[in-house]
């Protein structure tokens, strides 16, 4: 039996990615696959869940096309979170190519002459923007590397990782790693009683 302090329940439980980063990490993990829910249920909690991260404007309507292209843009970056884990980056290239370039950034700079990035509109594509933006500072500073999808296939929750090593694989060791050692561990305790069955 799992208790609950040893195992992260949902995806919302797993440790933040620092800064700006958790903002990705937190939209991937919308879906939780393991559950079978997701937040963006509605272009309604689309609107709800941009406006509480600051993306979209309080009030703004979105339609069931938004909802679809942001669910796409989540999915995209799961795979791009997967290729940090060892995936196939091509998966998510085209895929993230595509939505980037209907949601454009510009650079605007202050009175003191600092520059920043700025959604190009102030709709769905402008809150991808964002987004977009975020992973790319993210991989200048190189903590983009750091955020991964869990290798266990009925998870893919979105982690980072911030061990010295960068080898993590797991969302947690206590949620999914431990769900894979004990698996491994009854496929060889199947094969030895196989095997002894088959030496009789």
């Not at 993230?96 to 600092?114: E, M, Q, T």
């Not at 991989?139 to 290798?151: E, F, N, T």
């Not at 960068?166 to 206590?174: A, H, L, Q």
Request: aromatic content about 4%; overall charge positive; proline content about 4%.
């Amino acid at each position: 039996m799992r208790r609950k302090r040893d195992y992260p329940a949902r995806v919302s439980d797993l440790d933040p990615a620092p800064g700006d980063l958790r903002i990705v990490q937190r939209l991937v993990n919308t879906a939780d696959h393991e559950h079978g829910t997701d937040e963006l249920a509605t272009p309604e909690a689309l609107a709800t869940w941009l406006t509480r991260h600051g993306l979209l404007a309080k009030g703004t309507k979105l339609t069931q096309t938004d909802l679809d292209w942001a669910r796409d843009a989540r999915e995209a970056l799961r795979d791009a979170l997967a290729a940090n884990n060892g995936g196939d980056p091509a998966k998510a290239a085209a895929r993230l190519d595509r939505i980037a370039a209907r949601s454009p950034v510009v650079v605007r700079f202050s009175a003191d002459c600092k520059s920043r990035l700025e959604p190009g509109s102030d709709d769905v594509d402008g809150a991808l923007g964002r987004i977009f933006a975020i992973v790319a500072l993210a991989q200048v500073d190189g903590s983009w590397a750091r955020l991964r999808a869990c290798a266990a296939a009925e998870c893919r929750a979105a982690f980072y990782d911030p061990s010295k090593s960068r080898t993590g694989k797991w969302c947690s060791m206590r949620r999914c790693g431990n769900r894979r050692n004990s698996r491994r561990s009854h496929r060889i305790r199947d094969q030895v009683r196989e095997e002894r069955r088959a030496r009789r």
